[in-house]
Nanobody, 125 residues
Framework: QVQLVESGGGSVQAGGSLRLSCTASGYTVNNYCMGWFRQAPGKEREGVAAACSGGIRSWYGDSVKGRFTISQDNAKNTLYLEMSSLKPEDTAMYYC??????????????????WGQGTQVTVSS
């Protein structure tokens, strides 16, 4: 049984930083593709970043390029999202997702079969 547990969310002022963690059980983080998504109230779920095969390939949404970094610690079987220069528009529930293979489109939620429960990030101006 695959379980993904996110942590690290919170409230921060604009310009601040946070690091989100996603610890996996029943799934090896460097085997296939994993991603971070976010969803703000009234909006669709949006792909933030993804990495496949231990980071051999990685992708970022245009709105977070240069500010967010996806990484992983294989020993801890944990995926991370380092977020810096946070903006109020980054406020959302952030979800970790895992795929059982390579994904056709890294930013499409339907390409991922497993999801965490989410962690809230709130950025105030």
């Amino acid at each position: 049984q695959v379980q993904l547990v996110e942590s690290g969310g919170g409230s921060v002022q604009a310009g601040g930083s946070l690091r989100l963690s996603c610890t996996a059980s029943g799934y090896t983080v460097n085997n296939y593709c994993m991603g971070w998504f976010r969803q703000a109230p009234g909006k669709e779920r949006e792909g933030v970043a993804a990495a496949c095969s231990g980071g051999i390939r990685s992708w970022y949404g245009d709105s977070v390029k240069g500010r967010f970094t996806i990484s992983q610690d294989n020993a801890k079987n944990t995926l991370y999202l380092e977020m810096s220069s946070l903006k109020p528009e980054d406020t959302a529930m952030y979800y970790c997702a895992a795929a059982m293979g390579w994904v056709m489109n890294w930013s499409h939620p339907r390409d991922y079969g497993y999801w965490g429960q989410g962690t809230q990030v709130t950025v105030s101006s």
